[in-house]
């Protein structure tokens, strides 16, 4: 990686109970793309006990601003 790049940010890792608009979702982590692309590096900062996990890719720098605002 080039010194002026920036790192790419984290895929966040989520447990989700429930479906559709009465899903609720909790955020537990991140993970790291692999360099070739083919996997993941995950770190949970808990276990969950029900639900499904669910990794989603980071939204857009514009998205975070507009968020922020």
Not at 4 to 13: A, F, L
Not at 19 to 30: L, N, S, V
Not at 32 to 43: A, C
């Amino acid at each position: 990686m080039k010194r002026n790049e920036k790192k790419p940010r984290p895929h966040g890792v989520y447990v989700v109970e429930g479906e559709g608009d009465k899903a609720f979702w909790t955020r537990i982590g991140a993970a790291w793309l692999h360099d070739d692309g083919k996997g993941f590096n995950i770190s949970l900062s808990c276990l969950p006990l029900d639900g499904r996990l669910v990794v989603r890719e980071p939204k857009s720098a514009e998205v975070d601003e507009e968020a922020g605002q």
